[in-house]
């Protein structure tokens, strides 16, 4: 069973302390609401025993940026995914526990509650499970959600919030649901591209973004063959020739299917601006790089997709692709303080 529809929380008014490493945090819920869904953008689902409140928003939001959750507490999910850069890292591989670098570029989190699988290997069906998927993993947390679990059992405060949030205990159970409650309501579509799609600010759009949008648009790219509706994916697996030779394997260590080598989840570009470093590994540093990558028709491999293939674009091209890739950037989503620890 799934819950869906608007969740709105006007003229609230809660706060709430919760443990950090031994200290208090004061959090808080502002006067506006938390989970608002942008025009154009679909009713969001909820897992029937994970429907949004506020106590599992709060809760989540200390679990969030809380590095009990790696086995040396150093490290939490806001390590590696941050706020103001649209909840990606960086840096090409994130530092994980001790220290150990990651084997993926961590991305960004903006509307992973509209996500169906999650991974860049797509291997995981639900945001519930996917949270777990950093606590186990040697060079991210490096831990054991049992243990988690043991180690805030007797902190007052997430004793309380558990109860208030889940009626029960702060198990795991508790743990993963109220950490991916939290990242459900990291929502981005407000951007200058929304805002002149919605008739808000057409005189805002520039001659080079408009150029860029029809470009992005057009048979001649097909950029939005693959980078398609509201959220700028359309979940697939692609493989956009990046190597001929692929180090990690990609959806192939989760199918072990030879056919997809080199494949990955089509990325949202929203915010893909402030996302760098690009594609799987962090190869590609700049957007203009990105664009130069699909340009030039990338590189020969067998599982390559057919739409990846030469472009000819002039330089005046690019840059108004490009041009129009920075409109994707929703200020007030990375700006928002509630997000933030």
Known sequence: MIHRGHIYLSVIIFSAALSSC???????????EIM?????????????DNVFTIERWELGKALFYDPILSASGKVSCGSCHKADIAFSDNVAFSSGDEGRIGRSNAPSLANIGYHPYFTRAGGVPTLEMQVQVPIQEHDEFN?????????????????????????????PYVIIRAIACFERSFISGNSSYDKFINGANEHDFGISEI????????????????????NFTNYGFENNGLFSQYVDQGRARFTQNNADIGKFKVPSLRDIELTSPYMHDGSLVSLEEVIEHYNSGGNDHINKSELIRPLNL????????????????????VNNKRFRR
């Open 314 to 333: 002039s330089s005046q091209e690019k840059t108004d692709l490009v041009a129009f890739l920075k409109t994707l950037t929703d200020l007030e989503f």
């Open 36 to 48: 608002h869904i942008p025009e154009g953008f679909p009713e969001m689902e909820f897992p029937e």
């Open 22 to 32: 031994g200290k208090d945090v004061a959090l808080f819920v502002p006067e506006k």
């Open 211 to 230: 150029r860029g949008k029809e470009l992005f648009f057009s048979s001649k790219t097909q950029c939005s063959s693959c980078h398609s509706g509201f």
């Open 143 to 171: 831990n054991n959600i049992l243990f988690i679990a043991e180690a805030i059992k007797d902190d007052l405060n997430y004793k309380k919030y558990a109860q208030l949030a889940y009626s029960r205990e702060p198990d």
